[in-house]
């Protein structure tokens, strides 16, 4: 063989090498997006066999209803006072507790209906979350409609600059500890002595969703093992 030859056959499985390096990095950053993206439901409500445990300020203005809901049964919410701020729900115990491994990393998703706005409105009021503990209250305000919607998904982080933390709170110390999660229900208010009718708003699928934090680590000393591995191959 002459050196020519040898010169050649080193600078192939070089650029081989090369080849095989960037080819494993590129499946490594393909398959990162599925170990970061893994995300998990902690709790989730889908009312399709009843209320599953919420409950409501105002029971009397709550029911569960079988279908109609995205999809099956749904919970309604029927206004009998036309006050704004009368109608919340109130999450069960499965989405209570320890929310500090959501902080950043989680989020709170639901999907409403204004079905109907009733009669007489005089204005609308916001999608409101309320969390709340020993260490304080926080609360996330949406947009408010404008009329009545179909179904529509909510999605809200779980991270500090999203919500409004009360005076005198502390938003770690509030999610060590939420003994409270309620969803406001109510987004139209109606004219003052409007006798008509008036709204009613439907609930469903609210869930609490953690988002694993990436395990980078782990991830490079896969990227690592599998480089390695190639090279010993192609050195034979
Ligand atoms: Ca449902
Ligand atoms: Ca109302």
Redesign the pocket.
């Known amino acids: 063989m002459t050196s020519n030859n040898i010169l050649l056959i080193v600078l192939l499985r070089t650029l081989a090498k090369s080849y095989v390096i960037l080819l494993v990095l590129v499946v490594c950053i393909l398959f990162q997006g599925r170990i970061v993206r893994a995300d998990f439901v902690v709790a989730e409500s ?3 066999t009843d209320l599953d445990g919420w409950t409501s300020n105002n029971l009397g203005e709550t029911s569960w209803q079988s279908a109609g ?6 919970l309604r919410f029927t206004d009998l006072t036309a006050d704004l701020a009368n109608g919340f729900a109130t999450a069960p115990s499965k989405f209570l507790g320890d929310w500090s491994s959501l902080d950043g990393l989680g989020r709170v998703e639901w999907d409403e209906s204004l079905i109907d706005t009733g009669e007489n409105v005089d204005s609308f009021g916001a999608p409101t979350l309320i969390i709340s503990g020993p260490g304080g209250r926080a609360v996330w305000i949406g947009t408010a409609p404008t009329g009545s919607t179909t179904w529509e998904a909510f999605s809200v982080p779980i991270s500090e600059s999203s919500w409004e933390v009360d005076s005198g709170g502390n938003w770690n110390a509030l999610l060590s500890s939420v003994t409270e999660f309620r969803i406001q229900l109510e987004h139209v208010l109606q004219s003052p002595g409007a006798t008509g009718m008036k709204d009613i708003l439907g609930l ?2 609210v869930r609490l969703i953690q988002v694993p934090e990436p395990h980078s680590g782990l991830l490079i000393l896969a990227c690592v093992a599998g480089i390695l591995a190639c090279r010993s191959i192609l050195d034979g």
């Open positions: 889908t009312f399709d809901g995205n999809p099956d049964g749904y469903d699928n």
